[in-house]
């Protein structure tokens, strides 16, 4: 079973973007469009396979309001936990009392467009991703554009979570997460069918940390 770090809500004066010697887990924001889908998928992925030295938020420009049901059934199939998932906007994270940020990563083109300034300013990087959501047509079409989507987060978040974060600056930071995506894009990273992937319970979700599951409508 995995151990998960407990997110840290506020930075100390002279505490590193990064994490340094404090030991805390970096803490990234994963944002889209409605937060129902290719966001909920990459923070449950990277709260696993982030093993206690990240963790993992997400949220939406114009939040759905619902966790998309076939991204559930993803991460189902992946033996990934989905309690405590749900689609909430970036604003929550603008507040005083939410989590401080040491690394945003946008999924959709539009949340990067309308990206805001974060308090602190961590780095920013784009990992664009095709909508599963958007796709029409039969069940099983539907189902397998969220099988790649999940697919391509894992192989990216697998890359992220071997980064020696504890070393890096915040623009060596965005410059090596910003480069995943163009390796991911260039063919360069491993393509292989996931296994399932076992996991401790994820911690609750949200800045308040008292966020219910999720689990109907898209």
């Known amino acids: 079973m995995i151990a998960r770090a407990e997110p840290t809500r506020s930075r100390s004066e002279g505490v590193p973007r990064v994490v340094g010697s404090s030991g805390r887990a970096l803490q990234v924001l994963f944002l889209c469009t409605g937060n129902s889908a290719r966001s909920i998928l990459a923070e449950a992925l990277l709260d696993c396979l982030g093993e206690g030295r990240f963790r ?3 949220a939406g420009s114009r939040p759905a309001g619902a966790v ?3 991204a559930i059934e993803q991460l189902r199939e992946h033996g990934l936990p989905f309690d405590g998932l749900r689609s909430k906007s970036w604003e929550e994270f603008r507040e005083p009392a939410a989590a401080s940020l040491d690394l945003v990563i946008t999924v959709c083109d539009d949340a990067a467009k309308a990206c805001p300034v974060w308090p602190g300013g961590p780095p920013t ?3 664009g991703l095709a909508d599963p959501a958007a796709v029409k047509g039969s069940m ?3 189902r397998e554009a969220f099988r790649r989507t999940c697919w391509q987060l894992e192989r990216r978040i697998r890359e992220l979570v071997k980064l020696d974060v504890a070393a890096m600056a915040a623009e060596s930071l965005r410059s090596a997460v910003a480069a995943i995506a163009a390796r991911d894009c260039a063919g ?3 393509r292989r069918v ?3 992937i076992s996991t401790a319970p994820r911690s609750p979700a949200g800045p ?3 966020a219910e599951p999720t689990r109907g409508r898209s």
């Open 56 to 58: 993992a938020f997400s």
């Open 194 to 196: 996931p296994s399932s």
């Open 68 to 70: 998309n049901p076939l």
């Open 188 to 190: 360069e990273l491993e």
């Open 140 to 142: 099983e079409a539907r």
């Open 125 to 127: 990087v784009h990992w």
């Open 208 to 210: 308040s940390e008292q």
